[in-house]
């Protein structure tokens, strides 16, 4: 487990998908940028968390489950 910065998508109150970000800063500027293309049912936040995390094929992270306090 390591603590990440995440960048969340929720649909109807539900996590639809979350994106590991470098640091708060980026992470904010992402949800911007979605905040504006997406529609309004689409809400998205940036959160500093404790995470078990994968390793993909090509050596990048990704977040396999959050682990919520």
Request: charged share 30%.
């Amino acid at each position: 487990m390591e603590t990440v910065v995440a960048l969340l998508m929720f649909i109807n109150f539900e996590i639809k998908e979350h994106r590991i970000q470098p640091n708060m800063a980026t992470c904010l500027r992402g949800k911007r940028e979605a905040e504006r293309t997406f529609s309004d049912t689409v809400q998205y936040k940036c959160i500093k968390t404790q995470a078990e995390l994968e390793i993909n094929n090509d050596g990048s992270k990704s977040i396999k489950k959050i682990i919520l306090k």
